[in-house]
């Protein structure tokens, strides 16, 4: 099992910045990547981004591309989430999700976090 915990979030004004970070524990050299979801009201999930532990490799989706950066610190086994120049439309909960492999599908992660919400005002 992996644990996850989000933190970070809350309410801000249109291009701000915040940084989310996700703490993980428990089994975690059962994890090979990273990933941050979001779900606004009356949508599916999305895609954010994705880092692998090991290389740092990572992926956007083209909604956060240049805005957000995902990063982590393998000797605090935490994964952060800057945004900046924060939109409207990126309102939602934010999730770190962990998977065993590359992915940006939701349904590859196996473990989650309970997530934190994100409210941007215009």
């Known amino acids: 099992q992996v644990q996850l915990e989000e933190s970070g979030g809350g309410l801000v004004q249109a291009g701000d910045s915040l940084r989310l970070s996700c703490a993980a524990s428990?089994?975690?050299?059962?994890?090979?990547?990273m990933g941050w979801f979001r779900q606004a009201p009356g949508k599916e999930r999305e895609f954010v981004a994705t880092i692998t532990w090991r290389a740092g490799t990572t992926t956007y989706a083209d909604s956060v591309k240049g805005r957000f950066t995902i990063s982590r610190d393998n000797a605090k086994n935490t994964v952060y989430l800057q945004m900046n120049t924060l939109k409207p439309e990126d309102t939602a909960f934010y999730y770190c999700?962990?998977?065993?492999?590359?992915?940006?599908?939701?349904?590859?992660?196996?473990?989650w976090g309970q997530g934190t919400q994100v409210t941007v005002s215009s």
């Open positions: 999700a962990s998977t065993n492999r590359f992915s940006t599908s939701p349904d590859t992660y196996d473990y």
């Open positions: 428990g089994r975690t050299f059962r994890s090979y990547a």
